[in-house]
């Protein structure tokens, strides 16, 4: 449970690259998204303000790059490697939740 976010309904693994292993995790939370590598993003909902898939990898995943706003409003620009059915989940949970 966070305190911003609210409960974790759902977990994916971020990657590496095309072939590495795994090296963090996006958490769907209630109230928005955490984004959980070397470091931790809280970014609420609606503060997404672009996802795209910059390249397709080995293995069905997708390098993929957002750009959000964290609790500070300060511009954040990750990028990140997931699997292709989760890139397009996570899209869908942007989308649903409002950019």
Partial sequence: MDELLGKELKSIPLYSDGVGETVGKIGFHEKGILVKTSRTEKIPDGYVKSLRARQR?????????????????????????LLEPHFFELQQRIEKKGR
């Fill in 57 to 81: 990898l080995s293995l069905g995943r997708v390098e993929a790059e957002m750009t959000a706003f964290d609790i500070m409003g300060t511009q954040l620009k990750l990028s990140f490697v």
